[in-house]
């Protein structure tokens, strides 16, 4: 449980709550997460650039609508 005595947990407790819901939020409404991406490269593929945010977003949007097969839904 956080210090509340101070104040200052419970401030922190209230940002990590907001940044969840903002990710959530955009998660929910097709906006990939540049910050977790990055985060995921550096953890596990340290040895290979990031995409750049442009590309990253070329990259989620053409894997979520671009199909070749012409789908219709």
Avoid at 30 to 49: I, L, R
Wanted: hydrophobic share 30%; net charge neutral; charged share 20%.
């Amino acid at each position: 449980m956080a210090d509340t005595t101070t104040g200052g947990g419970l401030l922190e407790d209230i940002g990590r709550a907001g940044r969840y819901l903002t990710q959530s939020f955009r998660l929910m409404v097709g906006v990939p997460d540049y910050g977790s991406y990055v985060k995921h490269m550096q953890a596990t593929h340290p040895d290979q650039e990031p995409m750049n945010y442009e590309a990253f977003f070329r990259e989620r949007q053409a894997a979520r609508y671009g199909s070749a097969t012409g789908r219709c839904c």
